[in-house]
Nanobody, 121 residues
Framework: QVQLVESGGGLVQPGGSLRLSCAAS????????MRWYRQAAGKERDLVAG???????NYADSVKGRFTISRDNAKSTVYLQMNSLKPEDTAVYYC???????????????WGRGTQVTVSS
């Protein structure tokens, strides 16, 4: 089993910044893709950003130029640096991690429990 612990959410004013972290622990041989999703109240969960094991990144159009995803493979942790935050960024943010628990195992994805980000004056 793999556990994901997210941190870094909170209340911030428009234009402010937050840094989210998601640390994985447990039965981990290798972590492949790592992603951040978000879900606003009454809306579907959407992909915000993703990063491969070698560092290739992709972003939703709505966050390009403002958010940066990164990872520390030694710490099994993925980060989301969020700058120039807007009220429409308000949502619960979830990390999603693809893990192999052993060399010959297929990867399986795990979800964090979510962290609330509220952008408001």
């Amino acid at each position: 089993q793999v556990q994901l612990v997210e941190s870094g959410g909170g209340l911030v004013q428009p234009g402010g910044s937050l840094r989210l972290s998601c640390a994985a622990s447990g039965s981990i041989y290798r972590i492949n893709a790592m992603r951040w999703y978000r879900q606003a109240a009454g809306k579907e969960r959407d992909l915000v950003a993703g990063i491969t094991r070698i560092g290739t990144t992709n972003y939703a159009d709505s966050v390009k130029g403002r958010f940066t995803i990164s990872r520390d493979n030694a710490k099994s942790t993925v980060y989301l640096q969020m700058n120039s935050l807007k009220p429409e960024d308000t949502a619960v943010y979830y990390c999603n991690v693809f893990v192999q628990s052993a060399l010959l195992d297929l990867e399986r994805d795990y979800w964090g429990r979510g962290t609330q980000v509220t952008v408001s004056s």
